[in-house]
């Protein structure tokens, strides 16, 4: 096979949508909004992992998935714990990859899918399918077709880069990619993954957007989109999908900061300043600190606020007024 030419058409559709995401990152990426808040990229990258991980059934909670993040003792299924591992090593190599590399497809799916899975880093070696719970959506193309389908798909992302817009390539790569399924396993976070890594090399604020939190809640339409891509032979329900995906999360996102911005007192950047990332603190730890004598002032004024913004955490949310009790800044 040659000149793989994945099959869409850019619709009035897309090109509001696109317009409308690019006005949004660079409201953000214009006042480097998430750059001076680390604990928001910090926040937004665990959620992303924890939403592509649980469309792919993982059943850790989000506080599970920051405690193996952050490492700590979780307990829990060992493949699960394993998958979280994987899924943060291979996010951290963002910024490295190359899309259009086959050698490194294989090295990060290699990451994603360590003592996971029989087959990792390599291409398939037998028959899939794309399911929906119990229903197949569609079946994957035979495995000996599956690298010349790849290597001339990956040529058309490295020879398209910088003539097809970076937020269209990104949905036709995702979409391209689930079709062709070129793994046994972990075909669905690779495909979410690397549209992160088309959309990173445009504008590195996509490191640290959830765009798969976004997509876990319209997990229903994600399938139904792909499903009806199949039917026509082409991408455009599927990218018109992604595009709203990403335009609605950018909304959350930008209120993210917004509240960030407007609610953070001077109390709460005072203690915030005197706490390490991922450090465990006794509420006397913070009062010594801050040099308060009063836990009802440091509760009001101080830690209440700051667990409302997301900006530290509990380590026993479940029992707030237990002994054991610790602040971390996230």
């Known amino acids: 096979m040659a000149n ?8 009035e559709k897309m090109l509001e949508q696109v317009s409308s995401i690019s006005e949004k990152v660079g409201k953000i990426t214009s006042h480097k909004e998430l750059v001076s808040k680390p604990n928001l990229r910090r926040n937004n990258r665990i ?17 599970e998935v920051r405690d193996v993040v952050n490492g700590h003792l979780v307990i829990g299924d060992k493949k699960e714990i394993q998958e979280v591992k994987n899924a943060y090593a291979a996010y951290e190599k963002i910024s490295e990859i190359d899309p259009s590399s086959i050698r490194q497809l294989k090295e990060i799916h290699g990451i994603m899918t360590h003592l996971t899975v029989e087959e990792s880093g390599v291409f398939r070696k037998g028959n899939e399918g794309v399911f929906s719970g119990d229903q197949c959506i569609f079946v994957a193309p035979p495995p000996n077709m599956v690298p010349e389908l790849m290597k001339e798909f990956l040529l058309w992302v490295k020879k398209n880069e910088g003539k097809v817009h970076p937020l269209v390539m990104a949905a036709v790569f995702h979409y391209e990619f689930v ?6 396993d972990g075909n669905g976070r690779m495909a979410r993954l690397w549209h992160t890594v088309i959309l990173y090399r ?5 490191e640290y957007i959830p765009l798969e939190s976004q997509i876990e809640r319209f997990q229903e339409q994600y399938y139904d989109a792909i499903a009806k891509c199949n039917k026509v032979g082409n991408s455009d329900v599927f990218i018109e999908f992604m595009l709203d995906m990403i335009d609605q999360v950018f909304n959350d996102v930008i209120l993210q900061v917004n509240k960030a911005n407007s609610e953070t007192s001077e109390y709460v950047k005072k203690m915030l300043d005197l706490m390490e990332y991922d450090v465990p603190y006794t509420s006397n730890d913070i009062l010594k600190r801050l040099g308060l004598k009063s836990k009802e002032t440091l509760r009001k004024n101080y830690l209440n606020p700051a667990i409302e913004l997301g900006l530290i955490r509990m380590t026993i949310p479940d029992k707030p007024n237990s002994r054991n009790q610790r602040y971390v800044k996230q």
């Open 202 to 206: 445009w504008r590195s604020v996509f």
């Open 4 to 11: 793989y030419n994945p099959p869409y058409t850019i619709s």
């Open 179 to 184: 079709f062709i399924h070129p793994f046994a």
């Open 47 to 63: 959620r992303s992992i924890h939403s592509s991980l649980k469309i792919e059934a993982n059943s850790l909670s989000l506080n």
